[in-house]
Nanobody, 121 residues
Framework: VQLQACGGGLVQAGGSLRISCAAS????????LGWFRQAPGKEREFIAM????????NYADSVKGRFTISRDNGKSAVYLQMNNLRPEDTAVYYC???????????????WGQGTLVTVSS
């Protein structure tokens, strides 16, 4: 199983960015997909998750109303649209796949390699 995240980069505060994650080696629509992030010197943080059918989503309070998670099962891809970015959103963003709809990172079976998002003030 591979999760390949991409789309990170440098953006100014208030700007937008969409990061993507392509999955292979798993029955994609069976899995809950999610995003976590980790900023330098900080603990890993849950950001968002989406069920296999896209029926349910869940967001961390810190990003609710600014970030949107979506998926395309035909392309085995998950996306995170990030709007109104803030310097505190700077982090490495990781996509994850698991069988439970949970914010607990330890419950996810697969992790991608991460993509760096830097928000300048």
């Amino acid at each position: 199983v591979q999760l390949q995240a991409c789309g990170g980069g440098l953006v100014q505060a208030g700007g937008s960015l969409r990061i993507s994650c392509a999955a292979s080696g798993l029955t994609f629509n069976y899995y809950v997909l999610g995003w976590f992030r980790q900023a330098p010197g900080k603990e890993r943080e849950f950001i968002a998750m989406i069920t296999g059918s896209s029926f349910s989503t869940n967001y961390a309070d810190s990003v609710k109303g600014r970030f949107t998670i979506s998926r395309d099962n035909g392309k085995s891809a998950v996306y995170l649209q990030m709007n109104n970015l803030r310097p505190e959103d700077t982090a490495v963003y990781y996509c994850v796949a698991g069988r439970q709809f949970t914010r607990a990172g330890g419950q996810y079976d697969y992790w991608g390699q991460g993509t760096l998002v830097t928000v300048s003030s």
